[in-house]
Antibody, heavy 120, light 111 residues
Framework: QLQLQESGPGLVKSSETLSLTCTVSGGSISNTDYHWGWIRQAPGKGLEWIGSISYSRTTYYKSSLKSRVTISVDTSKNQFSLKLSSVTAADTAVYYCANWVANKAYFHHWGQGTLVTVSS | QSVLTQPPSVSAAPGQNVTISCSGS????????VSWYQQLPGTAPKLLIHDNKKRPSGIPDRFSGSKSGTSATLDITGLQTGDEADYYCGTWDSSLSAGGVFGGGTKLTVL
């Protein structure tokens, strides 16, 4: 069974870049059946799809975040990463990584999530 | 404002049945698979339903999903206190701003 674990700073200063890593275990990140994605949830709010990356490194980003988001894969470490630049308080959220079954549009296995707070 | 519309809350007594709706459009639900997620308090979401009506291994058959046109529903039968959670629908939106989308979530209270 796939397991995913987010890691990264819990506090980021306003205007800086948020960087998170998701480590995948129990399977290969090069598995062609899966894509890999990020979702966030602001305090007391619903889920927001951020973006995903395929095994061939094709990326899809939420249109409103596209200018600030980069998702990448490191197959040697079985990890994928999220970078979100020029953050503001509105980017304060719990960030989840998950594997995305792209042809059916669902997230199967989720990480436990990590809270990132943007401070001024 | 979420692309997919869900009722903010539903409630029912233990043992009863409840339905949660998810409304969209032809660019999302109408032409793509729908999934459902359960988020217990303080935990990560968990996949309940995918491909409109398929349950992953380990999900009890008390949970079922369906889709018709541009709407989808999640049915929960024989409610248990442990079902009290937030429920989200999700799908792909094929519009110009293509991407994954979620409903705003529905808080289920088991009275």
């Amino acid at each position: 069974q796939l397991q995913l674990q987010e890691s990264g700073p819990g506090l980021v200063k306003s205007s800086e870049t948020l960087s998170l890593t998701c480590t995948v275990s129990g399977g290969s990140i090069s598995n062609t059946d899966y894509h890999w994605g990020w979702i966030r949830q602001a305090p007391g709010k619903g889920l927001e799809w951020i973006g995903s990356i395929s095994y061939s490194r094709t990326t899809y980003y939420k249109s409103s975040l596209k200018s600030r988001v980069t998702i990448s894969v490191d197959t040697s470490k079985n990890q994928f990463s999220l970078k979100l630049s020029s953050v503001t308080a509105a980017d304060t959220a719990v960030y989840y990584c998950a594997n995305w079954v792209a042809n059916k549009a669902y997230f199967h296995h989720w990480g436990q999530g990590t809270l990132v707070t943007v401070s001024s | 404002q979420s692309v997919l519309t869900q009722p903010p809350s539903v409630s029912a007594a233990p043992g009863q049945n409840v339905t949660i709706s998810c409304s969209g459009s032809s660019s999302n639900i109408g032409n793509n698979y729908v999934s459902w997620y359960q988020q217990l308090p303080g935990t990560a979401p968990k996949l309940l339903i995918h491909d409109n009506k398929k349950r992953p291994s380990g999900i009890p058959d008390r949970f079922s999903g369906s889709k018709s046109g541009t709407s989808a529903t999640l049915d929960i039968t024989g409610l248990q206190t442990g079902d009290e959670a937030d429920y989200y629908c999700g799908t792909w939106d094929s519009s110009l701003s293509a991407g994954g989308v979620f409903g705003g979530g529905t808080k289920l209270t088991v009275l």
